[in-house]
Structures are given as structure tokens and as C-alpha cells.
């Protein structure tokens, strides 16, 4: 009867949806529109861009695809780990299955085993049912395991036997289950220094490291931030039923030229910000309030930096952020915002290429677009 339910599970039977609900939280409700869902995956244009390390990347993660083995995705919270890792289940002989993901960070620790291989009931107290586990529920599937460096240890151990052959038992059973399923690991950390300090396994990083993908930085693949920001805009604002005003190809390179410490993630909140408030909405909210970036630590204990240095690379990053506000205040008009700061134009055009907010040789057609059609972005660099 247990391989029967089980055969029912993954032909996405009705007692399989049950399965799921108590499972998954709810999904809320959402406005119905006759516009395509905004929550498909992405284009692979907008998943992968075009600059060189997502072209390669992209390549490699195409080998894999077709394969069953283990890929460990690495990169810094916001580089789009989880929509690599649902591109290639699409891609995969393992699409006709579902993608089940598991948060390790987000469910605590002792009812994470739970939800990954569910329970019998009278297992424990509160267990007044049977409940299979998201490994079975990615039979035939992917499962996919985000921040696997937060699993404790005992939990890393049981998951370790599982991988080896695929068999598991639910809490409170001693059956023993078998499942196939594709395993992809996520994870933002170094995980030979996490093994280095005993905080992972090192049998357990060997079985899931087969094929290392790492995603690079926002920053590192500057040329992709026009599409994606076009992208995002589009797509908020089919969201949010509400037409924004576009990007200039000065913010663009404006927005080329930033950090992007939330990588993909927040430019996508940024975007949405734009939409949603409008152009005086800070796309990136600055504080006003920055330490130089250009100083390092290195640089103070080689005794390299003069403190005038320091204090005038500090001036010049709090004018830019007070500069900054001022012309998303007066939604980007230069002339207006010179009058708001109490100083002339020309100053005004000075300070702002010192600061690097304006590119050279776009100040003639900015100021001639101000005093023809009033209000405009700034061709910021």
C-alpha cells in the first residue's frame, strides 16, 4: 500500500495536491490579470545576460543538465542561485517532476528532518498523521536544498546516507523507502573553510560537489545591468498595472557603476521601487553617511594614507550622496536642484562630474533637454 501511495504522489494525483498543501504553506491569493504570470522563469537572455562569465557559465551548467549528477551552486546572496538551479531542472530529464525546494536556514534544525523525510504518526507528540517528507515529494524531481551549510551535523550525517543510495526512513518507521531524485545544493559560503572549523562534513561536501557552479557579482557583470533593469521594469510594472517613467541611458551607466552589494536581488528592489514610487524613489538608497570605499585596512596599517586623503575622499562621498538626494527631491532637473542647494549651476555641473555622477560630453544635451522640456534624469556615469 506505501509503494502504491507513492506511485499516486508522483503521477501528481489528487491525493498528492493534498499531500503538498499540508506540506507548503498556502499560496495567497493573486490578482488576476490577463497579462502572462510575472513568476516563470525568466528568459535565458535574462538569466544568463551576455557578459563573458555568464556566457561561460551558462556552458557549463548546459553540460550538467542533462545528467543526474549532484551541482553545488555558489555565489553571494542575490546572484540568482535558485534560478540557475530551476533552469537546469527545466532543462533536465527530471522536468516532468516537480522542484522541491528546502530553505536549511529558514526551518530550525529540529524540524527540518521532519520535512525532509517526513513522519508516521504517533512519531512524536503533535504527529496525529502520516506526513512523507520533501525528499519524496522530489521522486522523479529535483530537490533542491538552499544554504546547505546551515545544516547541523547530525542532520548532514542522515542526509550523507541518503545520497549514497537513495534510501531513508520516515521518523517513526523502520520501512525503508527508496526515491530517485536530483539533488542541487545552494549555498553563499566557503564550505572548505566551514569544513576547516567542523561546522560541515567533509564526505558530505565531496557527495554533493561533483560540479562546482559559481555565480559572479552583480558588479562583475556590469554590461548585463541595462537588460536586467529593462527587464524588471517591464515586469513590475505589468505587476503593479502601473507605467513608470523609463530608464535614460545615463542612469543606466549610472547604475553600471555602483557596487550592487545585493547583487540581482536588489536591483530587482530597486526597479520595484521606481515603479511603484516614481523617479524621486532612490533606485539605490545611498546613506547619506558612507566610509570611503577606496581605503582599505591593508592601506592604514602600511601607514599610505594621509589623513587629509582620508577626510577629503570622506567629503567628497557624503556631497555626492547629499547631491544625490537633492536631484531625486527635484526629479532631476540640475537647474532646480543648484537653486536648492544655494549655488550656481556651473558649480552644480562641476561638482556633480567630480563626484562622477555625470559623464563628460552629455552636460550640453542634458541642459538643453532642461530648459526645453523641464524635469528629465540625470545622463549620470
Known amino acids: 500500500m506505501l509503494w502504491q501511495s507513492m506511485?499516486?504522489?508522483?503521477?501528481?494525483?489528487?491525493?498528492?495536491?493534498?499531500?503538498?498543501?499540508?506540506?507548503?504553506p498556502e499560496p495567497r491569493p493573486r490578482k488576476s490579470t490577463h497579462t502572462e504570470p510575472i513568476d516563470l522563469l525568466p528568459p535565458d537572455e535574462i538569466v544568463f545576460?551576455?557578459?563573458?562569465?555568464?556566457?561561460?557559465?551558462?556552458?557549463?551548467?548546459a553540460k550538467v543538465c542533462g545528467t543526474s549528477v549532484a551541482v553545488l551552486l555558489q555565489g553571494d546572496g542575490g546572484t540568482g542561485k535558485e534560478v540557475l538551479a530551476r533552469w537546469i531542472h527545466k532543462h533536465s530529464p527530471y522536468s516532468n517532476g516537480q522542484f522541491v525546494k528546502v530553505n536549511c536556514a529558514a526551518i530550525p534544525g529540529t524540524l527540518l528532518e521532519s520535512e525532509l523525510f517526513g513522519?508516521?504518526?504517533?512519531?512524536?507528540?503533535?504527529a496525529h498523521g502520516v506526513?512523507?517528507?520533501?525528499?519524496e515529494l522530489a521522486h522523479q524531481g529535483t530537490l533542491f536544498?538552499?544554504?546547505?551549510?546551515?545544516?547541523?551535523?547530525?542532520?548532514?550525517?542522515?542526509?550523507?546516507?541518503?545520497?549514497?543510495?537513495?534510501?531513508?526512513?520516515?521518523?517513526?518507521?523502520?520501512?525503508?523507502?527508496?526515491?530517485?531524485?536530483?539533488?542541487?545544493?545552494?549555498t553563499n559560503r566557503n564550505l572548505e573553510q566551514e569544513i576547516e572549523q567542523g561546522r560541515f562534513r567533509a564526505d558530505l561536501f565531496y557527495r554533493i560537489n561533483v560540479v562546482c557552479l559559481k555565480l559572479p557579482r552583480l558588479c562583475e557583470r556590469g554590461e548585463d545591468i541595462p537588460l536586467l533593469a529593462e527587464y524588471f521594469l517591464s515586469l513590475f510594472e505589468r505587476k503593479f498595472e502601473k507605467k513608470a517613467e523609463p530608464l535614460t541611458k545615463g542612469m543606466m551607466r549610472y547604475l553600471q557603476n555602483l557596487d550592487w552589494p545585493g547583487n540581482v536581488r536588489e536591483l530587482s528592489n530597486g526597479i520595484a521601487r521606481h515603479v511603484l514610487i516614481g523617479a524621486e524613489?532612490?533606485?539605490?538608497?545611498?546613506?547619506?553617511?558612507?566610509?570611503?570605499?577606496?581605503?582599505?585596512?591593508?592601506?592604514?596599517?602600511?601607514?599610505?594614507?594621509?589623513?587629509?586623503?582620508?577626510?577629503?575622499?570622506a567629503i567628497r562621498e557624503r556631497e555626492k550622496s547629499y547631491i544625490l538626494k537633492a536631484l531625486q527631491a527635484n526629479k532631476w532637473n540640475r537647474r532646480r536642484t543648484a537653486k536648492a542647494l544655494k549655488i550656481s549651476y556651473?558649480?552644480?555641473?562641476?561638482k556633480i562630474r567630480n563626484v562622477g555622477l555625470l559623464a563628460r560630453g552629455v552636460e550640453n544635451l542634458a541642459s538643453s533637454r532642461e530648459n526645453a522640456v523641464g524635469p528629465s534624469h540625470p545622463p549620470v556615469n
Request: charged share 25%; net charge positive; with cysteine.
Open 131 to 135: 506526513k512523507p517528507g520533501r525528499v
Open 281 to 313: 524613489a532612490s533606485i539605490t538608497q545611498e546613506p547619506i553617511f558612507r566610509q570611503p570605499s577606496a581605503i582599505s585596512a591593508n592601506a592604514f596599517a602600511a601607514g599610505t594614507i594621509p589623513l587629509k586623503q582620508i577626510a577629503r575622499e
Open 7 to 24: 506511485a499516486h504522489w508522483v503521477q501528481f494525483s489528487t491525493r498528492q495536491s493534498c499531500l503538498l498543501a499540508r506540506t507548503m
Open 49 to 61: 545576460g551576455r557578459s563573458p562569465k555568464m556566457t561561460e557559465l551558462r556552458q557549463r551548467a
Open 346 to 350: 556651473r558649480a552644480l555641473i562641476y
Open 145 to 186: 536544498l538552499d544554504e546547505i551549510a546551515d545544516l547541523d551535523l547530525g542532520l548532514q550525517s542522515k542526509l550523507l546516507h541518503f545520497l549514497q543510495d537513495g534510501h531513508f526512513s520516515r521518523i517513526g518507521d523502520e520501512a525503508e523507502r527508496t526515491v530517485e531524485t536530483r539533488l542541487l545544493c545552494a
Open 119 to 126: 513522519y508516521e504518526k504517533g512519531a512524536f507528540t503533535g
